[in-house]
């Protein structure tokens, strides 16, 4: 069982800044060489969206429409950490967040399905994110 653990929600007012991170099993690291990390968020009553996300391949990037230029993605391969950082942060941001990682699979359609947010395969527990005004 692959195991990705976060941490850093909370709670932060409307255009403040927050950052999560996602301590990812080292087998992720050492099993694959090309994978993908991504963060999702769930808010009540609705369905769980991908937020961004990160392919190791070439270090490529996707974001949400509705966090492009606010959210920013990294992965630190030295700690294995994947890591989102928040700014300008709006009361619609308010959710649980989630690590997830896509392994598996060919580089190609990973790196696909990355970009969607498709077919990511492990998940950690989530964090909780409240955005208040």
């Known amino acids: 069982q692959v195991m990705l653990v976060e941490s850093g929600g909370g709670s932060v007012q409307a255009g403040g800044s927050l950052t999560l991170s996602c301590a990812a099993d080292?087998?992720?690291?050492?099993?694959?060489?090309?994978?993908?990390m991504g963060w999702f968020r769930q808010a009540p009553g609705e369905e769980r969206e991908g937020v961004a996300a990160?392919?190791?391949?070439?270090?490529?990037?996707s974001y949400a429409a509705s966090v492009k230029g606010r959210f920013i993605i990294s992965l630190d391969y030295t700690n294995h950490t994947l890591s989102l950082q928040m700014n300008n942060l709006k009361l619609e941001d308010t959710a649980m967040y989630y690590c997830a990682a896509l392994l598996g699979g060919n580089p190609v359609e990973t790196h696909l399905n990355c970009r969607k947010f498709y077919e990511f395969n492990y998940w950690g527990q989530g964090t909780q994110v409240a955005v208040t005004s």
């Open positions: 990160i392919f190791t391949g070439d270090d490529s990037t």
């Open positions: 080292r087998y992720i690291y050492s099993a694959y060489s090309m994978y993908c």
